[in-house]
Antibody
Framework: QVQLVESGGGVVQPGRSLRLSCAASGFTFSGYAMHWVRQAPGKGLEWVAVISYDGSRQYYADSVKGRFTISRDNSKNTLYLQVNSLRAEDTALYFC????????????????WGQGTLVTVSS | QSVLTQPPSVSAAPGQKVTMSCSGRSSNIGNNDVSWYQQLPGTAPKVLIYENSKRPSGIPDRFSGSKSGTSATLGITGLQTGDEADYYCGTWDSSLSAYVFGTGTKVTVL
């Protein structure tokens, strides 16, 4: 069965960095684009970034552009999110999700989600 | 600030029907398919509807979706206490080159 397991979250000071990971199993990871979605405490869902199946294309939300980098290692079945220059407003539960749709952009939807890893930015 | 607008809350008695809207613009709902997600308290979101009106395997036909112009609608019939959750619409926005979620609707079973 499809499993997505996030890790790497924690408490970090403003301005510092973290690398989040999402370990995938139960499907051919290299055949799917992948996303990061976050949810601040008590708030709604916010899309963060997407990466194509081969890592050649990425798109980011304006709120993280230039600070976050999405990447993947298909040999390790793992998705990453490098989060730099963290701000208090980046405090959230970060989910990875599997992309569905023939196109990377149009008609996107998510069929499997992990349980999330919590990032808390605080001094 | 989300570009897709949903009502903050809807409610109905068990067995009744609720609908919730998701309003956007031509760059998102107007030109891309909409999906809907259910988030039960303390859990990850789960897809209920994709490509505007299709249900994944295992989702009961009590859940339905539709789209017209720049708006989409999710309906739940035969409301159950287990349906109490937050519901989000989402779609790609071609102008932003970004995926966008709705503001979310909380469903309460009276």
């Amino acid at each position: 069965q499809v499993q997505l397991v996030e890790s790497g979250g924690g408490v970090v000071q403003p301005g510092r960095s973290l690398r989040l990971s999402c370990a995938a199993s139960g499907f051919t990871f290299s055949g799917y684009a992948m996303h990061w979605v976050r949810q601040a405490p008590g708030k709604g869902l916010e899309w963060v970034a997407v990466i194509s199946y081969d890592g050649s294309r990425q798109y980011y939300a304006d709120s993280v552009k230039g600070r976050f980098t999405i990447s993947r290692d298909n040999s390790k079945n793992t998705l990453y999110l490098q989060v730099n220059s963290l701000r208090a407003e980046d405090t959230a539960l970060y989910f990875c999700a599997r992309h569905r749709s023939a196109s990377l952009t149009a008609n996107t939807w998510f069929d499997y989600w992990g349980q999330g890893t919590l990032v808390t930015v605080s001094s | 600030q989300s570009v897709l607008t949903q009502p903050p809350s809807v409610s109905a008695a068990p067995g009744q029907k609720v609908t919730m809207s998701c309003s956007g613009r031509s760059s998102n709902i107007g030109n891309n398919d909409v999906s809907w997600y259910q988030q039960l308290p303390g859990t990850a979101p789960k897809v209920l509807i994709y490509e505007n009106s299709k249900r994944p395997s295992g989702i009961p036909d009590r859940f339905s979706g539709s789209k017209s112009g720049t708006s989409a609608t999710l309906g739940i019939t035969g409301l159950q206490t287990g349906d109490e959750a937050d519901y989000y619409c989402g779609t790609w926005d071609s102008s932003l080159s970004a995926y966008v979620f709705g503001t979310g609707t909380k469903v309460t079973v009276l």
